[in-house]
């Protein structure tokens, strides 16, 4: 796997910084901060720094563990790129062996496994994240949901994950660090947000029983809540609800839940034949709800979910593999603008 990450990924050694990268880490001042400094990033916009601009800070962009790791590089490396590119793609091959885990655990093969590890690892797709410095925030925040995951598919009592979990205590336990991992996700990225739908699938679809059911649930789910509402508390304090003009649009919620489907189905096929891949992707909102090609695409998003449901039915991880794809897309759905 190191070998195939290597070759899909190596040549992002030699990039240099590219678009967010300079405002970011190269005329970021703050990346000479120390010691408490550091504590400011936690009380800040993501690009709010001494050179970002104002359009910029109106983002509302809450992601202090990213600039604490690219402070990190800065003393490890200076201001040579490759040791940033270095660091993504350490993350990158991390999150490719969580994979492996997940896979694992749930399928219960061992090639199988590692084929689902090394699509994700060397797909084109990834490109965006892992050859991109600033494209840490996406590698990050998926190392805290992945990690999260893990723990949970290993913990969890369930026969139909190829296991029984393990006590009560050690779920609890187990947990927490969950928990722990969700939060540097959301201090990642805000698509992290998504971790407790991925947790309600997942008990769900493998229940592990019925005796001690709604235990468990509350043990699992009752820190993913809380971590999460921490979160918004944090965030709406420190961001001051910056970035509220983002939340008006003179589209309707239909018309922009249409454009999301399309883009899903986009998504989908990127998967199949990735080509034409861009860092930052737009899909016109459409005039009408009527416009044939976004009827259809929401049409298609509307069978496969009911398809994730039925085929619980036949295989369950299948199920959860596909509920997951579209949970993790629900924080960009634009039913909440």
């Not at 796997?1 to 678009?19: E, I």
């Not at 947990?175 to 990225?189: D, F, Q, R, Y």
């Not at 961001?239 to 454009?259: H, Q, W």
């Not at 794809?325 to 759905?333: C, K, N």
Request: net charge positive; aromatic share 12%; glycine share 10%.
């Amino acid at each position: 796997m190191l070998v195939l990450a290597a070759a899909a990924y190596g040549g992002a050694l030699w990039n240099g910084f590219l678009w967010d990268d300079d405002a970011l880490i190269v005329r970021n001042p703050d990346m000479e901060l120390r010691g408490t400094g550091l504590l400011s990033f936690f009380g800040k916009d993501f690009f709010q720094t001494g050179s970002a601009s104002a359009s910029y800070r109106a983002g509302g962009y809450y992601r202090p563990l990213v600039l604490l790791s690219f402070v990190a590089d800065r003393r490890l490396w200076g201001f040579s790129p490759a040791g940033f590119h270095l660091t993504n793609l350490v993350v990158h091959f991390v999150n490719g062996l969580l994979v492996l885990v997940i896979a694992r655990r749930l399928i219960g093969e061992e090639r199988a496994a590692l084929a689902a590890a090394a699509f994700f690892l060397i797909h084109p797709v990834q490109a965006s994240a892992a050859a991109y410095i600033s494209g840490r925030t996406d590698l990050l925040a998926a190392l805290g949901c992945l990690g999260a995951v893990a723990l949970l598919v290993l913990h969890y009592p369930s026969a139909a994950a190829r296991g029984n979990g393990t006590g009560l205590r050690r779920q609890a336990a187990a947990s927490a660090g969950a928990a722990v991992l969700a939060a540097a996700a959301l201090a990642s990225k805000e698509m992290a947000v998504c971790l407790p739908v991925i947790f309600i699938v997942y008990v769900t679809v493998f229940p592990g029983g019925r005796k001690g059911w709604g235990q468990r649930v509350l043990v699992w789910l009752g820190p993913q809540v809380a971590v999460l509402a921490g979160y918004f508390a944090v965030r709406a304090s420190v961001l001051e609800f910056m970035g509220r003009d983002m939340f008006r649009y003179s589209e309707g919620a239909g018309l922009r839940v249409l454009a999301t489907a399309r883009a899903v189905v986009t998504y989908l096929r990127l998967l199949v034949v990735p080509v034409g891949l861009k860092v930052e992707r737009f899909v016109p909102v459409a005039g009408t709800p009527w416009k044939v090609s976004y009827l259809a695409a929401a049409a298609a998003i509307v069978c496969l979910v009911v398809l994730a449901v039925v085929a619980a039915r036949w295989s369950r991880t299948a199920a959860f593999g596909g509920l997951w794809f579209f949970a993790a897309l629900l924080p960009v759905a634009n039913v909440v603008p």
